[in-house]
């Protein structure tokens, strides 16, 4: 008997620096690519150092982002903004919507654990998919 196959994905809300306009912007990112119809629209992208005083290795430079157009599909994408093209804090609850309506699972209680194990990033939540 084979057993699906169960993938667990913490989701985060994290700043970014947008080297264009110079801004900081929180978006959401993943700690992995995840399965199922969410993973067309992750992108593994390299951003700069949020601070000249912060030392970063490559692992911290690289996130998966979660892309905007996901919920959205305005024509505001072509700007170069990261808060145009990436989700932030104000599309959570599409998000999660987009979750539960494709078959992912909230982790509550994995969430709860997790949450108190990272001090630069806050979790949003932890979620499985089964394939």
């Not at 150092?49 to 305005?74: I, R």
Request: aromatic residues 14%; positive net charge.
């Amino acid at each position: 008997m084979n057993l699906p196959k169960k993938q667990i994905v913490t989701m985060f809300l994290e700043p970014i620096l947008d080297p264009f306009f110079k801004s900081y912007y929180e978006v959401i990112t993943l700690s992995n690519k995840p399965n199922g119809p969410l993973s067309s629209f992750v992108r593994l992208l390299s951003f700069p150092k949020l601070s000249e005083f912060k030392s970063y290795d490559c692992k911290n430079q690289c996130s998966f982002v979660l892309l905007k157009s996901m919920h959205s599909q305005s024509s505001h994408f072509h700007s170069n903004s990261y808060s145009c093209k990436y989700s932030g804090i104000e599309d959570i609850s599409e998000v999660l919507s987009f979750l539960l309506s494709n078959g992912y699972v909230i982790e509550n209680e994995l969430t709860k654990i997790t949450s108190k194990f990272h001090d630069s990033r806050k979790v949003i939540c932890v979620f499985s998919y089964s394939e």
